[in-house]
């Protein structure tokens, strides 16, 4: 993902108010691949979400997901586009 795919999903709503929810979740991981479920090392999903607010609800305009590494902050996967 390159940051001009965000900016230019953004760029629209330039001049208006919009809302915007961050969000860290931290799960485990194996580098064993018999096991993955149950692993020892950590890694990190992290969320950004961009919102259009409205009175009875909130749209989502775009967000971002990345995946990385707890310890070594190595990304684990290409960040992707949210919609």
């Not at 064993?32 to 890694?43: I, Q, T």
């Not at 919102?51 to 990345?66: Q, T, W």
């Amino acid at each position: 993902m390159k940051y001009k795919d965000l900016i230019e999903k953004l760029l629209p709503f330039s001049e208006e108010d919009i809302s915007m929810i961050a969000r860290n979740e931290e799960k485990y991981y194996s580098l064993d691949a018999d096991d993955p479920e149950y692993g020892n090392k950590k890694y990190i999903v992290s969320e950004v979400r961009f919102y259009h607010p409205f009175e009875d609800n909130n749209d989502l305009i775009v967000g971002v997901k990345a995946k990385y590494d707890k310890e070594s902050f190595e990304n684990l996967n290409e960040p992707e586009i949210i919609e």
